[in-house]
């Protein structure tokens, strides 16, 4: 989703613990108390995945599920 669209509802992307390796293209986001990781960034367009645990209001085991092959995608 696009990094604007997204809304902390509590502190600011700052002030959570990032970590980066490789090509350095995602930025992942975590709780620097309990390591929870909340999103990743990618710095090349802008956008940014969000864990869905932590969205409020939103139940997860309510979603439908679309199965992905990594392995053999591409």
Known sequence: IPK???????????????????????IHHFCPV????????????GTMAVNLRTVDDLEVEKLKVQLFDGKNAF
Not at 4 to 23: C, H, I, M, P
Not at 34 to 45: A, F, P, Q, R, V
């Open 4 to 26: 604007a669209s997204v809304e902390l509802t509590s502190g600011s992307l700052d002030e959570l613990t990032a970590y980066t390796f490789n090509r350095q293209v995602l």
């Open 34 to 45: 309990c390591g929870c990781e909340l999103m990743c960034s990618m710095t090349e367009n």
